[in-house]
């Protein structure tokens, strides 16, 4: 899978969302996730994201690691819905973020 990390937080630029075939890029409150099983690995999202906040698994920065569990975490309850645009915008999101001062200021 593909994973979002720190830089999207409080930037949600969203150009991602418009190259992922599967749609598997969904909104929470401060940043986007991707679904790891939902995610097909095509890579497209990684390199139209304007601040880099995208990277294959393998290659997330490590201090960026807990973001590999985050982009998991955010799914626990919402769990495997097949398509980010019916679902819409969800408005919570999971730690990192939820203690990450507001970003970009
Ligand atoms: Fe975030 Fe970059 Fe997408 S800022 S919303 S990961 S284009
Ligand atoms: Fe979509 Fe990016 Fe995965 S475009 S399929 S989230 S690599």
Redesign the pocket.
């Given at each position: 899978?593909?994973v979002i990390a720190e830089p999207c937080v409080d930037v949600l630029d969203k150009a991602?969302i418009e190259?992922?075939?599967?749609d598997?890029?969904y909104e929470g409150g401060r940043m986007l996730y991707?679904?790891p099983d939902?995610?097909?690995?095509?890579?497209?999202?990684?390199p139209v994201c304007p601040v880099e906040a995208?990277y294959?698994e393998d290659d997330v920065p490590e201090e960026w690691a807990a973001y590999t569990k985050a982009n998991a975490d955010f799914f626990d309850e919402l769990g495997s819905p097949g398509g980010a645009a019916k679902v819409g915008k969800v408005n919570k999101d999971v730690e990192p973020v939820t203690s990450l001062p507001p970003q970009g200021e």
């Open positions: 899978t593909y991602c190259e992922c075939p599967v598997c890029i991707i679904h939902e995610c097909v690995d095509c890579g497209a999202c990684e995208i294959y």
